[in-house]
């Protein structure tokens, strides 16, 4: 059964940094996406970065080109996102997903609809 569990998420002052895991249990799949979305209260998912097992390649959304890092252990089957110059509107539940679809070759790689698998979610506040 294939499964997600996200941690490293916490308190932080704006500037700081976290570095969130996204472990993988239970992947056979040769060719999957795992991306990064976020959650702000009363606002939908928001896709913020994406990697893709079958090349590698990495996708980011604009707000965080710069801050945000996504990579990948595959020793330990999990994937990082590094949080830098955190900023009080990265505040939200973040959750990683799998997908076996398009988002693999970077198309709607930041589209909810296109990971069928979810993490629980782990809560980053940034506030002073």
């Known amino acids: 059964q294939l499964q997600l569990v996200e941690s490293g998420g916490g308190l932080v002052q704006p500037g700081g940094s976290l570095r969130l895991s996204c472990a993988l249990a239970?992947?056979?799949?040769?060719?999957?996406?795992i991306g990064w979305f976020r959650q702000a209260p009363g606002e939908d998912r928001k896709g913020l970065s994406t990697i893709s097992s079958r090349d590698g390649a990495t996708y980011y959304t604009d707000s965080v080109k710069g801050r945000f890092t996504i990579s990948r252990d595959n020793a330990k089957n999990t994937v990082y996102l590094q949080m830098n110059s955190l900023k009080p509107e990265d505040t939200g539940v973040y959750f990683c997903?799998?997908?076996?679809?398009?988002?693999?070759?970077?198309?709607?790689?930041?589209?909810?609809?296109?990971?069928?698998?979810w993490g629980q979610g782990t809560q980053v506040t940034v506030s002073a």
């Open positions: 997903a799998a997908s076996s679809g398009t988002p693999v070759y970077g198309l709607g790689w930041g589209e909810p609809l296109e990971f069928e698998t």
């Open positions: 239970g992947f056979t799949r040769d060719n999957y996406a």
